[in-house]
């Protein structure tokens, strides 16, 4: 079987970004003074606790960021349809889905036609059976999937038990083999491994490693019990249409991580250029760009959203020969929320470099530079920037959570992703209603809950680790505390 | 000070007459009429005479801005702008789809807002000020570390599972308040009670924490020294002197919300039932009606232009130091 490379532009924009980071990461190792507060947030054990977490998600979120078309089996080739003579499904998949058929195997493909439990072995509606008598019969049924390996669905418990164990098991195995890798790196080297190790369990190397090893057991137990009992039955239950939950979860990361990350992204050259050009050069550009992100932050944020989404949805809808396929569309959708979410939070950034560029414009450094005849756009980008730069990261790490939580707001009052785009926010959506069920159809929103929850606050606690360990001011007015109140 | 408020106020019409024209681009320039009469009347079926018809009924079918066809002065008053746009400028924004007046609307609909906006306002504003005294009281302390642990987790938590899970504990399970629906605004403190009590709750996390910052700030500053040096006790020193400096940037930071209170919250009003601004504009989002959004942008925006005058009246009043040029 062959496949076809699909970049959507989320894609894209997203392995330009990882590219960005590593470029980024490469400059601060070489740079003492860049280091510095990085090695603060990474002597934090809770940043380095979340930092675990957010990789996780990241890992996630990026194998399923590489999409691809595979070649259909059966291939009936027109020789309009395929000219190269091998005809593509229209169908695009990820490396996650792949995976996920692969992991869940038999659970893979086929879904049930409705709700059902958690490691249920029946569906959670009643339906009319016919009897081998010919009698009918309102029963649960069986579910097509989730627990058919079992003859007697009395076993379940035990059956239950017996994979959750297998799957700790597994957890405990895969930990071990990604903490001996740790240790390698750790300890630069084999040699000496029970050293390495001890310090690490004893918390004694400069970086506190015990943290995340702590953070990659819970996570590898998790995973081991999530693959070993979700390959047989659906560890988080199936939605309205039958789709497995835990799949469905794993697939809104993706989601979360683009708003997150892309919608700084967009807005981030923007608004640094606009801030601090509008603080250097003061003037009639001063009050051009303030002009402009006064009227921009004065318009309700929602309903501008909300103006601009509907407005690209009939884009949409009026050119459909430049979306093929239905995940063309939907990813068209999300960069334009992404892009308009960032014209709508941009502002706020640039009023902060605006305020400090004019402090630094009258410091002596710049003065000097420019009596030295360096010209405007040196003195922006060579001077100025790199001393706003923990400005910028802070609000890039802040605003991440910040859009993770408007994205599943966005996608209830309905102007948030295509609903064909799997996202926490849709999956709220379809299961806000169902709370108001007898028996309660709980499991939707509680997975939800949990991946949104893990991610948001992993994000939020390492935000405030950065932004103590960025901001010089603070860094300042704490000593100054503790000289003083002598409580803090 | 008469100057500079008039100032203020002619910048706040600069900037009315840019977000005018920012929606006026967004909703007739980037599609156009047609357009949107296409995706109204559904689909790519529709006849050219059913899109002219929809758009002579709405006033559509004139040209945008500048019409050739008419004579003197109405070469520009008969056109889309001047009739749709510049028209919100003197409070004529027509009708909605369904053939309502929308100013009517807005005026019936801004008191059941403003029911549920104003107690969350006041009562999230007391919470959060004594929630952050309290941290700063005890800054650095165990109690203060915890707390700020639950409030990032408060943070953290989406306000639809904080609307979710409290219509499921108290009206579903404990069955204290209705689930959702209005009766009026003195008459039905038992449709009002749960939004505000769950609008509070969402509003601590970040509120609280900003608040607390301001105080520990504020503790650092030299006037505390100096009453610390006169053996005043910590309650006083807290609760006399600094809480007093410190509302000075939490009030008149709150100040710029005041009016935006009017516009409802969305996702509040729309999950509770509530006839109020919200509600009215989410209704708006997902039929697509168009002209009840571009009338929503415009109202909210006035009101936020009208919030950022008072935080600069409210500068002067509070804190004598500063002077208006």
Same mark, same amino acid.
């Given at each position: 079987m062959s496949i076809t490379p699909v970049l959507l532009l989320t894609d894209a924009l997203l392995w330009l970004l990882v590219l960005a980071v590593a470029a980024y990461a490469w400059n601060v190792r070489r740079h003492e003074h860049l280091l510095a507060p990085w090695v603060k947030v990474r002597q934090n054990p809770i940043a380095m606790a979340c930092a675990t977490v957010l990789a996780a998600y990241a890992l996630v979120g990026l194998a399923d960021s590489l999409h691809f078309r595979s070649s259909t089996a059966a291939a009936p080739a027109s020789a309009t349809a395929a000219p190269a003579g091998r005809q593509y499904s229209v169908e695009v998949k990820s490396l996650l889905d792949v995976l996920i058929a692969q992991a869940f195997g038999p659970m893979a493909g086929k879904s049930e036609k409705t709700y059902s439990e958690p490691l249920a072995t029946h569906s959670f509606a009643k339906e009319t059976i016919e009897a081998p008598g010919g009698v009918q019969a309102r029963e649960y049924p069986r579910l097509a999937v989730g627990g058919a390996h079992l003859k007697d669905p009395a076993d379940r418990a035990g059956d239950i038990a017996w994979r959750a164990l297998a799957g700790l098991a597994a957890g405990c195995g895969l930990w071990l083999v990604l903490g001996l890798l740790l240790c390698v790196w750790v300890g630069r080297g084999f040699t000496r491994l029970p050293h390495t190790w001890r310090a690490i369990w004893h918390n004694t190397t400069p970086a506190p490693w015990r943290p995340v090893l702590i953070t990659l057991l819970v996570i590898c137990l998790l995973a081991g019990v999530a693959l070993v009992l979700g390959s047989r039955y659906h560890l988080l239950g199936t939605d309205k249409v039958g789709q497995d939950v835990l799949g469905l979860s794993l697939k809104s990361i993706r989601t979360g991580l683009v708003m997150g990350t892309l919608t700084t992204m967009v807005m981030l050259p923007f608004a640094v250029l606009a801030g601090l050009t509008a603080g250097y050069l003061k003037g009639w550009v001063d009050d051009l760009i303030v002009y402009i992100y006064t009227t921009l932050s004065s318009i309700p944020g929602v309903l501008l959203i909300a103006a601009a989404i509907l407005m690209t949805t009939v884009y949409i809808d009026a050119h459909p020969d430049l979306f093929p396929t239905t995940l063309q569309r939907a990813d068209f959708r999300l960069l334009a929320l992404c892009v308009i979410l960032g014209i709508t939070s941009w502002t706020g950034l640039c009023r902060l470099l605006r305020g400090e560029a004019l402090k630094l414009r009258e410091l002596d450094y710049i003065v000097a530079a420019k009596a030295f005849g360096v010209g405007r756009l040196r003195v922006i980008t060579r001077h100025m920037l790199p001393n706003v730069m923990h400005l910028i990261t802070i609000t890039a790490v802040m605003d991440f959570s910040a859009m993770v939580l408007t994205e599943a707001v966005l996608s209830y009052v309905g102007v948030g992703v295509d609903p064909t785009t799997n996202s926490f926010g849709t999956m709220i959506n379809a299961a806000r209603l169902e709370i108001s069920r007898e028996p309660v159809v709980w499991w939707l929103l509680a997975s939800a809950f949990f991946f949104m929850l893990s991610l948001v606050l992993a994000a939020n606690l390492f935000a405030d680790v950065v932004q103590e360990a960025f901001d010089p001011r603070r860094v300042v007015k704490r000593a100054r505390l503790r000289l003083l109140g002598g409580r803090a | 000070m008469m100057a500079y408020i008039l100032r203020r106020i002619g910048y706040g019409l600069l900037v009315l007459i840019g977000v005018n024209l920012i929606t006026f681009?967004?909703? %007739? /320039?980037?599609?156009?009429?047609?357009?949107?009469?296409?995706?109204?009347?559904?689909? +790519?079926?529709? /006849?050219?005479?059913?899109?002219?018809?929809?758009?002579?009924?709405?006033?559509?079918? +004139? @040209?945008?801005?500048?019409?050739?066809?008419?004579?003197?002065?109405?070469?520009?008053?008969? /056109?889309?702008?001047?009739?749709?746009?510049?028209?919100? &400028?003197?409070l004529d924004f027509g009708q909605s789809d369904d053939g309502r007046d929308i100013w009517y609307e807005i005026r019936t609909r801004a008191g059941p807002s403003l029911a549920i906006a104003i107690p969350t306002f006041i009562i999230g504003l007391g919470v959060n000020i004594s929630f952050a005294l309290l941290l700063a009281l005890f800054r650095g302390t165990r109690f203060d570390f915890s707390s700020q642990i639950f409030l990032i987790v408060m943070m953290s938590i989406s306000t639809l599972f904080f609307i979710i899970g409290?219509?499921?504990?108290?009206?579903?399970?404990?069955? $204290?308040?209705?689930?959702?629906? &209005?009766?009026?605004?003195?008459?039905?403190?038992?449709?009002?009670?749960?939004?505000?009590?769950?609008?509070?709750?969402?509003?601590?996390?970040?509120?609280?924490?900003?608040?607390?910052?301001? &105080?520990?700030?504020?503790?650092?500053?030299?006037?505390?020294? /100096?009453?610390?040096?006169?053996? $005043?006790?910590? $309650?006083?020193?807290?609760? +006399?002197?600094?809480? +007093?400096?410190?509302?000075? @940037?939490? $009030?008149?930071?709150?100040?710029?919300?005041?009016?935006?209170? &009017?516009?409802?919250?969305?996702?509040?009003?729309? %999950?509770?039932?509530? @006839?109020?601004?919200?509600s009215y504009t989410i209704e708006a989002i997902q039929s697509q009606d168009f002209g009840i959004v571009r009338s929503m942008v415009f109202i909210g925006t006035v009101l936020y232009v009208l919030g950022l005058i008072l935080t600069d009246i409210s500068y002067t009043l509070v804190d004598p130091r500063v002077r208006l040029e």
């Amino acid at each position: 079987m062959s496949i076809t490379p699909v970049l959507l532009l989320t894609d894209a924009l997203l392995w330009l970004l990882v590219l960005a980071v590593a470029a980024y990461a490469w400059n601060v190792r070489r740079h003492e003074h860049l280091l510095a507060p990085w090695v603060k947030v990474r002597q934090n054990p809770i940043a380095m606790a979340c930092a675990t977490v957010l990789a996780a998600y990241a890992l996630v979120g990026l194998a399923d960021s590489l999409h691809f078309r595979s070649s259909t089996a059966a291939a009936p080739a027109s020789a309009t349809a395929a000219p190269a003579g091998r005809q593509y499904s229209v169908e695009v998949k990820s490396l996650l889905d792949v995976l996920i058929a692969q992991a869940f195997g038999p659970m893979a493909g086929k879904s049930e036609k409705t709700y059902s439990e958690p490691l249920a072995t029946h569906s959670f509606a009643k339906e009319t059976i016919e009897a081998p008598g010919g009698v009918q019969a309102r029963e649960y049924p069986r579910l097509a999937v989730g627990g058919a390996h079992l003859k007697d669905p009395a076993d379940r418990a035990g059956d239950i038990a017996w994979r959750a164990l297998a799957g700790l098991a597994a957890g405990c195995g895969l930990w071990l083999v990604l903490g001996l890798l740790l240790c390698v790196w750790v300890g630069r080297g084999f040699t000496r491994l029970p050293h390495t190790w001890r310090a690490i369990w004893h918390n004694t190397t400069p970086a506190p490693w015990r943290p995340v090893l702590i953070t990659l057991l819970v996570i590898c137990l998790l995973a081991g019990v999530a693959l070993v009992l979700g390959s047989r039955y659906h560890l988080l239950g199936t939605d309205k249409v039958g789709q497995d939950v835990l799949g469905l979860s794993l697939k809104s990361i993706r989601t979360g991580l683009v708003m997150g990350t892309l919608t700084t992204m967009v807005m981030l050259p923007f608004a640094v250029l606009a801030g601090l050009t509008a603080g250097y050069l003061k003037g009639w550009v001063d009050d051009l760009i303030v002009y402009i992100y006064t009227t921009l932050s004065s318009i309700p944020g929602v309903l501008l959203i909300a103006a601009a989404i509907l407005m690209t949805t009939v884009y949409i809808d009026a050119h459909p020969d430049l979306f093929p396929t239905t995940l063309q569309r939907a990813d068209f959708r999300l960069l334009a929320l992404c892009v308009i979410l960032g014209i709508t939070s941009w502002t706020g950034l640039c009023r902060l470099l605006r305020g400090e560029a004019l402090k630094l414009r009258e410091l002596d450094y710049i003065v000097a530079a420019k009596a030295f005849g360096v010209g405007r756009l040196r003195v922006i980008t060579r001077h100025m920037l790199p001393n706003v730069m923990h400005l910028i990261t802070i609000t890039a790490v802040m605003d991440f959570s910040a859009m993770v939580l408007t994205e599943a707001v966005l996608s209830y009052v309905g102007v948030g992703v295509d609903p064909t785009t799997n996202s926490f926010g849709t999956m709220i959506n379809a299961a806000r209603l169902e709370i108001s069920r007898e028996p309660v159809v709980w499991w939707l929103l509680a997975s939800a809950f949990f991946f949104m929850l893990s991610l948001v606050l992993a994000a939020n606690l390492f935000a405030d680790v950065v932004q103590e360990a960025f901001d010089p001011r603070r860094v300042v007015k704490r000593a100054r505390l503790r000289l003083l109140g002598g409580r803090a | 000070m008469m100057a500079y408020i008039l100032r203020r106020i002619g910048y706040g019409l600069l900037v009315l007459i840019g977000v005018n024209l920012i929606t006026f681009w967004l909703f %007739f /320039t980037v599609n156009t009429p047609d357009d949107i009469a296409r995706i109204q009347l559904g689909g +790519k079926r529709v /006849t050219a005479d059913a899109i002219s018809k929809w758009k002579a009924e709405r006033g559509y079918d +004139k @040209p945008l801005v500048y019409n050739a066809q008419a004579t003197g002065g109405k070469k520009f008053t008969e /056109t889309i702008y001047y009739e749709k746009s510049a028209a919100m &400028f003197v409070l004529d924004f027509g009708q909605s789809d369904d053939g309502r007046d929308i100013w009517y609307e807005i005026r019936t609909r801004a008191g059941p807002s403003l029911a549920i906006a104003i107690p969350t306002f006041i009562i999230g504003l007391g919470v959060n000020i004594s929630f952050a005294l309290l941290l700063a009281l005890f800054r650095g302390t165990r109690f203060d570390f915890s707390s700020q642990i639950f409030l990032i987790v408060m943070m953290s938590i989406s306000t639809l599972f904080f609307i979710i899970g409290g219509q499921f504990v108290f009206s579903k399970i404990w069955r $204290l308040v209705p689930v959702s629906g &209005f009766d009026g605004i003195f008459d039905g403190w038992r449709f009002i009670a749960l939004p505000v009590l769950i609008g509070v709750t969402t509003s601590i996390g970040s509120s609280t924490r900003l608040y607390r910052t301001i &105080f520990i700030e504020e503790v650092g500053r030299d006037y505390v020294r /100096t009453a610390r040096a006169k053996g $005043l006790s910590e $309650l006083t020193v807290m609760f +006399k002197h600094v809480l +007093k400096n410190g509302m000075i @940037p939490v $009030l008149t930071g709150v100040v710029v919300v005041i009016p935006v209170l &009017f516009m409802g919250s969305l996702l509040f009003e729309s %999950f509770f039932g509530i @006839p109020g601004l919200g509600s009215y504009t989410i209704e708006a989002i997902q039929s697509q009606d168009f002209g009840i959004v571009r009338s929503m942008v415009f109202i909210g925006t006035v009101l936020y232009v009208l919030g950022l005058i008072l935080t600069d009246i409210s500068y002067t009043l509070v804190d004598p130091r500063v002077r208006l040029e």
